[in-house]
């Protein structure tokens, strides 16, 4: 498979909504072949393809620890049937916002429902990490970023030095 470029906030395209995907078949299965590789390489625990361009509802995540097995999970149509009213702080960051981490809150739980790669419809339950994962991915879907969780004046701080970074990387 192969690397694809990640786009980089402020980009037009993080902030449209993804479009559900008809049929999962071999261009679906392509394009997440290539997600994961991209988010093995950036390197990273989740992307949604609306990241690399593609508006889709598709995103890839693979949460697992240091010492852990790859998890790799690829979910296509995703998403959240119920969110847990705990919430839990973390520090988020984004391929498509690089080197800038800020505490979020998200809910502590989710269960999502989506469809895999065969085609089959699932549901399960997820905390931890991967919670907070799945429901960053979600947002992408929906045409939104973490940043969006942060006050106006931190937001524009962030997208202003995001800015500088794409003319830094235009010049190289």
């Known amino acids: 498979m192969s690397l694809r470029p990640i786009l980089i906030h402020p980009d037009p395209r993080l902030r449209k909504t993804a479009e559900p995907v008809a049929v999962v078949d071999d261009a679906v299965r392509t394009l997440v072949a ?44 995703p998403e959240i049937l119920w969110r847990s009213e705990e919430t839990v702080v973390s520090e988020e960051g984004c391929l498509s916002i690089p080197d800038v981490y800020e505490d979020v809150t998200r809910a502590a739980q989710v269960r999502l429902g989506w469809t895999d790669l065969d085609g089959e419809r699932r549901e399960a339950e997820f905390g931890e990490r991967w919670a907070i994962c799945a429901q960053h991915e979600i947002d992408h879907l929906d045409g939104k970023l973490f940043i969006d969780y942060l006050g106006a004046v931190r937001r524009a701080l962030i997208t202003s ?12």
Not at 161 to 172: D, Q, Y
């Open 34 to 77: 290539d997600m994961l590789d991209t988010m093995y390489d950036a390197p990273g625990i989740g992307l949604a393809a609306t990241q690399l361009g593609v508006m889709k509802r598709v995103f890839v995540m693979d949460c697992a620890g240091k010492d852990e097995e790859p998890a790799p999970m690829a979910l296509i149509n």
């Open 161 to 172: 030095r995001m800015k500088k970074l794409k003319r830094e990387k235009a010049r190289a």
